[in-house]
């Protein structure tokens, strides 16, 4: 089951000039280059259990911390952040899909963060869905997992990501965010 988390989006966009307006939405007048001001966050297998799975290694901070704390620093820029977290594979390929190709130019993301988990050193499935959207993505781990287990050095991603953050605990994901809403938006973030 995919778990969708919250998502926000503030009445005042921070850039109008960038933003779809309705009339662009129902006259099908939106460019490839309109940003919809939307960013997917994707949680894979057992990132629900957060801050009580091994909190030695993944920390005390749960996802739906990581998560409220993401939606507002999006929201405050006018950004929605949508997020979803599922222990199956299949789902998360599905939930790219719909927020990639299979969507509407204004429902499409613009930019991706994933922390793919366990599914970093399995998964050509995910790695095809994120290519296909065409869409950037960082890749986020909690933990560095070029100090663990040998078979956790190995991501099927990496190669394909804009960047990688891992070992920084629950700020890779702050920095991930920033990232996107700098480089993709030219937003001036204050603190």
Known sequence: MTIPSQSAVTDKPFNQ??????NDISSNNISANAKTHKLL??????????GKREPEIYGHTTLADI???????????????????????????????HYGLLAESAAQVDAIIINPAAF?????????????????????????????????QHSYL??????VICGLGHLG???????????????????
């Open 158 to 163: 990496s190669d394909i990501a804009v960047g």
């Open 67 to 97: 998560e409220k704390n993401l939606v507002a620093r999006a929201a405050k820029y006018g950004i929605e952040l949508i997020c979803i977290q599922s222990n199956h594979e299949g789902k998360l390929v599905d939930e790219i899909q």
């Open 41 to 50: 966050l994707i949680n894979g297998v057992n990132l629900n259990l957060l």
């Open 17 to 22: 000039e960038t933003l779809i307006s309705s």
């Open 120 to 152: 970093t050193h399995t998964s050509v499935a995910i790695r095809d869905a994120l290519s296909a959207t065409q869409k950037p993505f960082i890749e986020v781990h909690l933990s560095n997992v070029h100090a663990r287990e040998p078979f956790r």
């Open 173 to 191: 994901y702050q920095m991930a965010l920033d990232y996107w809403l700098t480089h993709t938006y030219a937003l001036k973030l204050d603190g």
